[in-house]
T-cell receptor, first 113, second 110 residues
Framework: DTGVSQDPRHKITKRGQNVTFRCDPISEHNRLYWYRQTLGQGPEFLTYFQNEAQLEKSRLLSDRFSAERPKGSFSTLEIQRTEQGDSAMYLC???????????FGPGTRLLVL | QKEVEQNSGPLSVPEGAIASLNCTYSDRGSQSFFWYRQYSGKSPELIMSIYSNGDKEDGRFTAQLNKASQYVSLLIRDSQPSDSATYLCAVGNAGNMLTFGGGTRLMVKP
């Protein structure tokens, strides 16, 4: 399977804990996006990487959220001190320069108790 | 006011009919427009992109864009029960983020 992969697919955590999600984009794609989707809503943009550079961040990305893409390949999204409002599906997408934006991974569904 | 608006539905059509899904957007500087299909519990799947005014056809799908009216639509011909899903309209600006509408739930009845 050469699509976008995400790990884990599901995560249940207690309020106040830290969680980290991983995204592996399609190998030839240099652009990587993180979105968050809550039930009944469309995805909301969180952040964008071109290669290893984080070029855009949404105001939704509070200081509890941090994302990295250290070698321009996979990316991680960390949420510190999770809150119940963080419960959502976290989606990663990738694309090539000039390509359609973008191909989504299966998502990580987070539940904060 | 949301930047990308869609009727949440559900839109119910009989099998074989044409389903028409609509989307309006507020940012006149928007440059790219996308339709995604999302099955329940799954991630969005890109089905159409359109960048200039007019129609773009791909199989049973036709996307229509009218920038003057800030309006995008998706027509699905010969609708099948397997087309039952939520359809998300997404709009891109000069940057790299997409702004999504809330989606329209389509139900195709056999």
């Amino acid at each position: 399977d050469t699509g976008v992969s995400q790990d884990p697919r599901h995560k249940i955590t207690k309020r106040g804990q830290n969680v980290t999600f991983r995204c592996d984009p399609i190998s030839e794609h240099n652009r990587l996006y993180w979105y968050r989707q809550t039930l009944g809503q469309g995805p909301e943009f969180l952040t964008y990487f071109q290669n290893e550079a984080q070029l855009e961040k949404s105001r939704l990305l509070s200081d509890r959220f941090s994302a990295e893409r250290p070698k321009g390949s996979f990316s991680t999204l960390e949420i510190q001190r999770t809150e119940q409002g963080d419960s959502a599906m976290y989606l990663c997408a990738s694309s090539s320069s000039g390509g359609d934006r973008g191909y989504f991974g299966p998502g990580t569904r987070l539940l904060v108790l | 006011q949301k930047e990308v608006e869609q009727n949440s539905g559900p839109l119910s059509v009989p099998e074989g009919a044409i389903a028409s899904l609509n989307c309006t957007y507020s940012d006149r500087g928007s440059q790219s427009f996308f339709w995604y299909r999302q099955y329940s519990g799954k991630s969005p799947e890109l089905i159409m992109s359109i960048y200039s005014n007019g129609d773009k056809e791909d199989g049973r799908f036709t996307a229509q864009l009218n920038k003057a009216s800030q309006y995008v639509s998706l027509l699905i011909r010969d609708s099948q029960p397997s087309d039952s899903a939520t359809y998300l309209c997404a709009v891109g600006n000069a940057g790299n983020m997409l702004t999504f509408g809330g989606g329209t739930r389509l139900m195709v009845k056999p």
